[in-house]
């Protein structure tokens, strides 16, 4: 959680609409080894067949127990921690490997086999540690990476490659690439009234970078998620002109003239992965007919998702709106990546959604 309005705007994510926040390993480790002195890595460094998560997904883990990340959970997770605890005790050393078969070894119904990497770092790493870390902060990057002569994996940013998918680390003479960062779709959401609040707070976990704005600076909570860029702006609609392009926008502010304003404006312009509008079929059909008049085309029309959520969910409680929010901008956001952003929004109609106002 962070606190702090921005009203001179952040810099705003690459014009795809994806930045890149995640669990951010490297800085994870800085962290752990400035608070208890060690931290130990675990990766998943190969994956065959079905698995919970992909090849390159990360755990850190603390002496005192603690970690953050995941490869999974269930008894692969647990036999991981279990793991790294005792090459924290060790101390540090080469990197170790194992390769376990989900399905005869821990029972786990997935069929697959994984192969996780467990290194260890300490206070001796940091200098190491500290341009990984930043890089991995600043955006998408590649890491090249290989075993040194004493069996600890070393690492160099590779800083004209973005990131790309981890590459077979296997024989260890060999080197192989590990991407760092994952993409974060951008989220544009306008109002901070009680709905608002519940999808900023819903949207926290996911992969989306969200700039949550309001003419009201009071509207805004004193703590907001990390992925949350509080904006107070008296004129909302003016930040759609550095919206980056497929960024989904969703509206809900405190008046239905500013929400006309801004949706009119989101749908004009005619580069956005989601328009959505907090409301009622009837109050999309009096948007939809007012900007008709107003000549936008019915084509574009067709693109406002409202009421907003997934089908099938009837709850008006600001938490039941919001989740059911979120799950729709993650496919959506799977839709856009995968290349079908044109059907994206028209695949949402407003009678297959939900009623919210």
Not at 116 to 122: H, P, S
């Amino acid at each position: 959680m962070h606190a702090g309005i921005d009203s001179e705007r952040d810099p705003v994510p690459e014009r795809s609409g994806l930045s890149r926040i995640a669990m951010l390993a490297f800085r994870r480790l800085i962290e752990a080894i400035e608070a208890e002195g060690s931290a130990a890595l675990v990766t998943l460094a190969r994956v065959e067949g079905s698995s919970p998560r992909e090849a390159g997904a990360r755990l850190v883990v603390r002496p005192s127990g603690g970690f953050q990340g995941t490869i999974g959970g269930g008894a692969l997770e647990w036999v991981a921690l279990a793991a790294a605890q005792a090459a924290l005790k060790d101390g540090r050393g080469p990197a170790s490997r194992r390769s376990l078969a989900l399905g005869p070894e821990l029972a786990q119904c997935c069929g697959g086999r994984v192969e996780w990497r467990i290194e260890t770092f300490d206070q001796s790493d940091l200098a190491d540690l500290a341009p990984i870390a930043k890089s991995e902060c600043a955006g998408p990057t590649t890491l090249r990476a290989k075993i040194g002569s004493d069996g600890r994996v070393e690492r160099a940013v590779e800083p004209n490659r973005r990131g790309e998918d981890l590459t077979a680390s296997l024989p260890a003479a060999g080197d192989w690439i590990e991407p760092i960062g994952e993409s974060a779709r951008t989220v544009y959401l306008f109002g901070a009234g009680h709905v608002g609040r519940a999808l900023a707070l819903a949207l926290a976990p996911l992969p989306f970078a969200v700039r949550w704005i309001d003419s009201r600076r009071e509207a805004f909570p004193a703590h907001a998620p990390a992925n949350v860029t509080l904006i107070h702006a008296p004129e909302p609609v003016s930040e759609l002109r550095n919206a980056p392009d497929h960024a989904l926008i969703i509206v809900m502010t405190h008046s239905h003239p500013l929400d006309l304003e801004i949706v009119a404006e989101a749908l004009r312009s005619e580069r956005f992965g989601y328009v959505g509008l907090i409301g009622s079929a009837t109050k999309r059909a009096r948007f939809v007919s007012q900007m008709r008049q107003a000549g936008l085309p019915n084509a574009r029309l067709s693109k406002l998702v409202c009421p907003i959520g997934i089908p099938g969910i009837e709850g008006k409680d600001p938490a039941v709106i919001a989740a059911a929010t979120a799950a729709q901008l993650l496919v959506i956001s799977e839709k856009i990546e995968g290349g079908h952003q044109s059907t994206a929004c028209a695949s949402l109609g407003p009678e297959q959604s939900s009623i919210n106002l």
